[in-house]
């Protein structure tokens, strides 16, 4: 079954700092891969999704993550982060068959310190 | 429209009461999803629609009834919960295929039903 792995429960980054959120795939052929985030008390907001196409995505608020086959990574950055950016982001997957909804990795929390 | 409206936001209800939740689309949607999440755990899939009939139930207990009147509508029937079924429920929808013909594309979720079960 296709899953992702995300490496560290909880970021810190102060603001105007680099974030760089980690999500490793397991799959052996490239599934598809997703970045979401959620506000405390709100739903799931889809960031950017990557399907085979370009290798570096961009997303919305500024966010972009690049595929990379070599390291069945689909890391998740942003330039300079905004207080605004302090959510959970929780990387997903679909297999590239389709045929198996979203996955979900156990998120990371981003903390953004003024 | 690219919105998944979720009624009601919050519910609090008792283990011998019978309530619903309910999740209306209007983006043609073809696929419906229902998630529960758990504080501070990763949303879980519990059912799929797909074109109106149950494609998927992820082995979720009885007391929980899920329903698709059409396309654009999806409830949650709930009857004789647990405290432990406290939690977040969160509907999604995503088209039915992507041009590449993938099944499940990305979903959209609406904003979730925060359930208290007393």
């Known amino acids: 079954a296709q899953s992702v792995t995300q490496l560290g429960s909880h970021v810190s980054v102060s603001e105007g700092a680099l974030v760089l959120l980690r999500c490793n795939y397991s799959?052996?052929?490239?599934?598809?891969l997703f970045w979401y985030v959620q506000y405390p008390n709100q739903g799931l907001q889809l960031l950017l999704k990557?399907?085979?196409?370009?290798?570096l995505v961009k997303g919305i608020n500024g966010f972009e993550a690049e595929f990379k086959k070599s390291e069945t990574s689909f890391h998740l950055t942003k330039p300079s982060a905004h207080m605004s950016d302090a959510a959970e982001y929780f990387c997903?997957?679909?297999?590239?068959?389709?045929?198996?909804?979203?996955?979900f990795g156990k998120g990371t929390r981003l903390s953004v310190i003024a | 429209d690219t919105e998944v409206t979720q009624t009601p936001k919050h519910l609090v209800m008792g283990m011998t009461n019978k309530k619903s939740l309910k999740c209306e689309q209007h983006?043609?949607?073809?696929?419906m999803y229902w998630y529960k999440q758990k504080a501070k755990k990763p949303p879980e899939l519990m059912f799929v629609?797909?074109?109106?009939?149950?494609?998927i139930n992820e082995s979720v207990p009885s007391r929980f009834s899920p329903e698709c009147p059409n396309s654009s509508l999806l409830n949650l029937h709930l009857h004789a919960l647990q405290p432990e079924d406290s939690a977040l429920y969160l509907c999604?929808?995503?088209?039915?295929?992507?041009?590449?013909?993938?099944?499940?594309?990305?979903?959209?979720f609406g904003q979730g039903t925060r359930l208290t079960v007393v």
């Open positions: 999604a929808s995503s088209q039915d295929r992507d041009p590449e013909g993938a099944l499940y594309t990305e979903a959209f």
């Open positions: 799959s052996s052929v490239p599934p598809y």
């Open positions: 990557y399907t085979s196409a370009a290798t």
């Open positions: 997903a997957v679909i297999s590239n068959s389709g045929n198996t909804p979203l996955v």
């Open positions: 983006m043609g949607h073809r696929a």
């Open positions: 629609y797909s074109y109106e009939k149950l494609s």
